[in-house]
């Protein structure tokens, strides 16, 4: 009998395999009871179950298993039971990696019904890694058939996205397409009559909306964001179009999800079996309509607002937006409706700089004043985690490579094992030299910005007109930490109030 200590846990997942019958929860609660008495027959003492309720493809998806490995680090088990192998990541080779190295450095055994691996074995850490690939295989195979199911779903008139706002879920022949939802209807052609007939503007629209008492499905307001998407909809002429974006998973603790947009050509375009709320003729007029007036630009890749991710509304605190038009220039709102008026960029410029020279100025910058030496060290670490991660990603790929020449049979299994073993120690060599200049970087950027904020505040004053938004932005941030702004509800005045804070080290 293998002898885990006190110091197991079971990692619960759901899986594409399981019955869609049952609710994610009936899942989990049917592989507890059967991993807690395959602990039970081990003599293991389970002291921690992670329950993987919300779960996606990625690692940084999976909010328990992040928190596994946390623990895992932090030498908390010796033993890790769960359904599968795969039930552990199956995503990619880079999830896949982090997952069984981790758990390898810290020789913790992986527990299931059918056998309990020891990943410092060379057998079983093969073996792991052979099923690992399997699985992966058959989720690349899966996701195949799905997105060729729905891409001639769409193809053939059928919905298979979220219901629009007017519509509801509805089937013909087991075909999923919609239905007219009458109240939510009349709503979006309200909004189409008023933009075209009448020349409402988003803005305008969404708050007649919303004095009249109406509410979107989500949230509580309608937005002038809400009414553009309604007016874009071609769903509503009674058209399919699908695959206009694509989603980007994050790929590292912090990272967002992305949308992407995807060239029209790769748009699948379809008449729909659904009826159409709004006609052809008074779509195309609203969109004649809308490719006309001035709209925000979209993002271009490079930064456009000097204050973002500094500056909050004070009443609902959300971010303010950066809008630019060719009558009125930039300007900077709240993207909630009716709740604070927007204001020129350039007046928050004026008093912020006006700050800016107070500090300056006072005995603690003073002292610094003189001080030029930037120190480049933090620079420096930056380029060398940017190179290492890159190598990181080549290994990833030339581990993946000598996979498929093991399934091409190109490789032996004797070739496959010691080439795979020199990728194995080099991933988890590269791993941990990014660790290590990570937290030296943490290190020294958190010394330059305590100790040599003075010349950053120097260098934008005296070069404000003169730096891109991107560097005004990220000297912004090293002198504040947030700003929050509130108009006066006057049409006449520019009048307004920021509340600033500092960051500590000033």
């Not at 769409?154 to 509805?170: K, V």
């Not at 075209?196 to 988003?202: A, H, I, P, W, Y």
Request: proline content about 4%.
């Amino acid at each position: 009998m293998y002898d885990f200590g006190e110091r197991a846990a079971i990692y619960l997942r759901k899986s594409r395999m399981d019955p869609d019958s049952e609710s994610v929860e009936e899942t989990l609660s049917r592989h507890e009871d059967t991993l807690m008495k395959l602990s039970s027959k081990l003599g293991l003492n389970i002291t921690g179950i992670y329950k993987e309720i919300v779960s996606g493809d990625g690692l940084f998806t999976r909010p328990q298993m992040v928190e596994l490995l946390k623990d895992v680090g932090q030498d908390k088990y010796t033993g890790i039971v769960c359904m599968e192998i795969d039930r552990l990541g199956r995503s990619s080779q880079r999830d896949s990696g982090t997952v069984f190295e981790t758990l390898k450095e810290h020789n913790v055994a992986i527990i299931t019904p059918n056998k309990i691996y020891d990943l410092n074995d060379e057998f079983d850490e093969t073996s792991v890694e052979m099923q690992s690939f399997i699985a992966r295989q058959e989720l690349k195979s899966i996701k195949r058939r799905l997105r060729k199911g729905a891409e001639k779903t769409c193809e053939q008139g059928g919905h298979i996205s979220e219901p629009p706002f007017g519509y509801r879920r509805t089937y013909i022949n087991k075909r999923p397409t919609l239905e007219i939802c009458d109240e939510e209807a009349q709503i979006v052609r309200m909004i189409f009559d008023w933009y075209v007939n009448d020349r409402l503007g988003s803005h305008t629209i969404a708050k007649k909306l919303n004095q009249m008492g109406l509410k979107p499905r989500k949230g509580e307001k309608f937005s002038r964001t809400t009414v553009r998407f309604f007016l874009s909809n071609p769903t509503y002429t009674g058209k399919i179009v699908w695959n206009r974006q694509r989603h980007i998973r994050p790929k590292y603790i912090g990272d967002k999800h992305k949308n992407i947009s995807n060239p029209q050509e790769k748009w699948i375009v379809a008449d729909g079996i659904h009826p159409a709320i709004i006609e052809q003729e008074l779509f195309d007029k609203a969109q004649m309509i809308r490719r006309q007036n001035t709209r925000p630009p979209t993002f271009s890749g490079m930064l456009q607002n000097p204050f973002a991710g500094l500056i909050y509304c004070k009443n609902c605190g959300l971010p303010m937006q950066r809008q630019y038009s060719s009558s009125s220039g930039s300007r900077l709102l709240c993207t909630t409706a009716g709740c604070n008026r927007s204001i020129k960029t350039e007046y928050i410029e004026e008093r912020i700089t006006d700050l800016l020279q107070y500090l300056f100025k006072n005995s603690k910058m003073t002292a610094s004043k003189q001080s030029s030496n930037h120190d480049l060290r933090p620079e420096i670490c930056q380029s060398t985690i940017n190179r290492l991660r890159q190598e990181l990603k080549t290994a990833y790929n030339q581990k993946e490579n000598i996979h498929n020449l093991l399934e091409r049979q190109v490789y032996d299994a004797d070739t496959f094992s010691e080439r795979n073993k020199i990728l194995s120690d080099k991933i988890k060599h590269l791993e941990m030299s990014i660790s290590d200049e990570t937290h030296k970087f943490v290190q020294l950027r958190t010394e330059k910005e305590t100790h040599n904020t003075a010349p950053y505040i120097g260098t934008l004053l005296k070069n404000y007109g003169f730096l891109t938004p991107p560097e005004k932005n990220e000297l912004l941030k090293l002198v504040f930490s947030r700003i929050e702004y509130l108009r006066s509800p006057s049409m006449h005045t520019p009048d307004f109030e920021l509340d600033i804070k500092l960051n500590n080290s000033i």
